[in-house]
């Protein structure tokens, strides 16, 4: 079955240090990954994906992500946090065979950034 | 451009109810998702349209059906209400052509609460 892990249910961080929010995926064949992040009362906003070519994706607000194939992770990072980056985040996959909208979250990982 | 817009915002219904919720996806996006959001099981897939054909289901009984509009809106809607569909719905929309790698936009949401 496909799935998806975020093993931390919250991550805290210093504002000014950097930040990484963990994933890791379970499918069969080669995965499209996404990053979303979640404000109180407000929907996914999503900040970057990995199709193909590049480990390395950067997205909006300064998040980046490193995609690992042998250890099937899709770690989201960020060089400096902000109080502002506090927020839900979700880790999401497509997997094949299908081409339709179907994600499949994790849990989600509660990002604190502390002043 | 404007974003996904839903209504209503917010619903209070009591258990053997139906309810209908609305979704209006950004313009030109052809495929509308739904997925229902709770503390206990995450976000979880409902179904996909696009040109007004279902494409995709996940896994919730018969109560929860949905459709599409010539112009792209869509509905959701949940019958016989029970206390366990209390949550936060959330409509995306994406252009549902590009495969895979398609990001989909979120709305704010619809806080249902069954009582």
């Known amino acids: 079955a496909q799935s998806v892990a975020q093993p931390e249910d919250q991550v805290n961080v210093a504002e000014g240090n950097p930040l990484t929010v963990k994933c890791t995926y379970s499918v069969s064949g080669n995965p499209y990954l996404f990053w979303y992040v979640q404000y109180p009362n407000r929907g996914l906003q999503f900040l970057l994906k990995?199709?193909?070519?590049?480990?390395l994706v950067k997205g909006s607000y300064g998040f980046e992500a490193e995609f690992n194939k042998s250890q099937t992770s899709f770690h989201l990072k960020k060089p400096s946090a902000l109080v502002s980056d506090s927020a839900l985040y979700f880790c999401a996959v497509r997997a094949p065979p299908s081409n339709t909208g179907k994600l499949i979250f994790g849990q989600g990982t509660t990002l604190q950034v502390k002043p | 451009k404007a974003g996904v817009t839903q209504t209503p915002r917010y619903l209070i219904k009591t258990r053997g109810q139906q309810v209908t919720l609305s979704c209006s996806p950004i313009s030109g996006h052809r495929s509308v998702s739904w997925y229902q959001q709770t503390p206990g099981q995450g976000l979880q897939f409902l179904f996909e349209y696009f040109s007004e054909t279902q494409r995709n289901k996940g896994n919730f009984p018969g109560r929860f059906s949905g459709r599409q509009f010539s112009n792209s809106r869509s509905e959701m809607n949940v019958s016989t209400l029970e206390l366990g569909d209390s949550a936060l719905y959330l409509c995306a929309s994406s252009w549902g052509t590009s495969g895979r790698g398609d990001e989909q936009f979120f709305g704010p949401g619809t806080r249902l609460t069954v009582l």
């Open positions: 990995y199709i193909t070519g590049d480990n």
